[in-house]
């Protein structure tokens, strides 16, 4: 089993930055890839990034790429999302999930998820 805790969120203003972070804890090693998904209100949970365990190889929404960026610290099992230049249409919550076998942009490909950090952005 893994648990992932998520911290950073607040409330930002349009143009302002945060950085998430996303601690995991338990049967870590098992992993292949972390990502960020964010839920805002009356949406969708939606993918925003992806990170593979070994290489660090990204990938990106559309919609963030080029403001916000995801890294790891494998050594400390924690992975990151900074966001820059956010925007009201960034207000959500956000979500750190781990998978055992595929870097995926699907919800279904992820086996564990935290329990999301407020993000708001205010115009």
């Known amino acids: 089993q893994v648990q992932l805790v998520e911290s950073g969120g607040g409330l930002v203003q349009a143009g302002g930055s945060l950085r998430l972070s996303c601690a995991a804890s338990g049967r870590t090693s098992s992993l292949s890839a972390m990502a960020w998904f964010r839920q805002g209100p009356g949406k969708e949970r939606e993918f925003v990034s992806v990170?593979?365990?070994?290489?660090?190889?990204?990938y990106y929404a559309d919609s963030v790429k080029g403001r916000f960026t995801t890294s790891r610290d494998n050594a400390k099992n924690t992975v990151y999302l900074q966001m820059n230049s956010m925007k009201p249409e960034d207000t959500a919550v956000y979500y750190c999930a781990a998978a055992r076998f595929v870097a995926s942009v699907s919800r279904e490909g992820y086996d564990y998820w935290g329990q999301g950090t407020q993000v708001t952005v205010s115009s």
């Open positions: 990170i593979r365990r070994s290489g660090g190889s990204t």
